[in-house]
């Protein structure tokens, strides 16, 4: 079974850093681009980054580039987004999610996390 | 690109048929994907490729639509139906959704 958990999601002030987390299970990690996308209270989902199955490729939303870096480790099967310069608007859930291409990213994603909550406030 | 659902809100009772719409600001082929929430969950893949229906997804659910206009449809509702439906280009990064259908019971 496909499992995503997320974590690291807190409470932060605005300019602050945080690091997500995201391990992976019951497929294997390395074959697959991933992503992390998030969701703002009441919002829809905003597509955030992407990353391919071995960390050479990184695509970003325009509002996360210069501030956020997506990365994985394949040996711990898990995924990061380290987020700096965080704004209030940055503040959302943020759900880790699988592109289910082997090969090429499709775009789309087949599996997701539960989330884990970044709230950027002072 | 801008992805434009209609309606925001729909009211409908178990057993009816329903159709919701996206519209893309430009061009998208084929490339789109339909995705159910729930209240506290995350979104669950339902459509990919406009019209291919995921693995496990019940066959009421179809999709519909290339270039600028697309569908979902339910065949007929079930009361686990009920939810918020998104959605979502893969066109061209960055991959945008809709601002999302909130299906309701009348």
């Known amino acids: 079974e496909v499992q995503l958990v997320e974590s690291g999601g807190t409470l932060v002030q605005p300019g602050g850093s945080l690091t997500l987390s995201c391990a992976a299970s019951g497929f294997t990690f390395g074959d697959y681009w991933m992503n992390w996308v998030r969701q703002a209270p009441g919002e829809g989902p905003e597509w955030v980054a992407n990353?391919?199955?071995?960390?050479?490729?990184?695509h970003y939303v325009d509002s996360a580039k210069g501030r956020f870096t997506i990365s994985r480790d394949n040996a711990e099967n898990s995924l990061y987004l380290q987020m700096n310069r965080l704004k209030a608007e940055d503040t959302a859930l943020y759900y880790c999610a699988r592109d289910p291409s082997r090969g090429y990213s499709y775009g789309y994603e087949d599996y997701w996390g539960q989330g884990t909550l970044v709230t950027v406030s002072s | 690109i801008q992805m434009t659902q209609s309606p925001s809100t729909l009211s409908a009772s178990v057993g009816d048929r329903i159709t919701i719409t996206c519209r893309a600001s430009?061009?998208?082929?084929?490339?789109l994907a339909w995705y159910q929430q729930k209240a506290g969950k995350a979104p669950k893949l339902l459509i990919y490729?406009?019209?291919s229906l995921e693995s496990g997804v019940p066959s009421r659910f179809s999709g519909r639509g290339s270039g600028t206009e697309f569908t979902l449809a339910i065949s007929s509702l079930q009361p686990d139906d009920f939810a918020t439906y998104y959605c979502?280009?893969?066109?061209?990064?960055?991959?945008?959704f809709g601002q999302g259908t909130k299906l309701e019971t009348k």
């Open positions: 990353i391919n199955q071995d960390g050479t490729e990184r």
């Open positions: 979502q280009q893969y066109k061209n990064s960055p991959y945008t």
């Open positions: 430009q061009t998208i082929s084929g490339w």
């Open positions: 490729e406009a019209s």
